[in-house]
């Protein structure tokens, strides 16, 4: 069982999903569902509750933070379903949360790796 589980999760994270512009619809649709966009904008710049900071970072600035980096799908996908810790957040005084709540009763690992790495295929606006 383990061993399933263990080639499901590398063949996920070695398949870029939704990655292509295409398929924004489909990554928005399960956003929408499972809570994200409660938090996140998908453009930097847009304003929170009460026209605050945002709750959570814009994904265009995620993507560009993470670009290039690393096992960035596999930690970003363990954030979406675990957490995040308000002491180690490095977008502090960015946004208007502290962290993440841990979202695996909202969104599936297989669907938080789909939108990961849709996010992270996001290019930055010209």
Avoid: F
């Amino acid at each position: 069982m383990n061993r399933l589980l263990l080639t499901l999760t590398v063949t996920l994270l070695a398949t870029p999903v939704w990655a292509a512009a295409g398929d924004d619809a489909a990554a928005l649709k399960l956003a929408t569902n499972s809570g994200c966009m409660t938090c996140h904008h998908i453009e930097p710049g847009a304003k929170g509750p009460g026209g605050l900071a945002p709750i959570g970072p814009a994904w265009r600035d995620v993507a560009a933070k993470y670009k290039g980096q690393k096992g960035a799908q596999q930690q970003l996908t363990t954030t979406v379903l675990a957490g995040s810790s308000p002491y180690e957040s490095h977008w502090k005084d960015k946004v208007s949360g502290l962290a993440m709540p841990p979202n695996k009763v909202a969104i599936s690992e297989a669907d938080a790796g789909k939108l990961v790495a849709w996010i992270l295929a996001l290019e930055a606006k010209k």
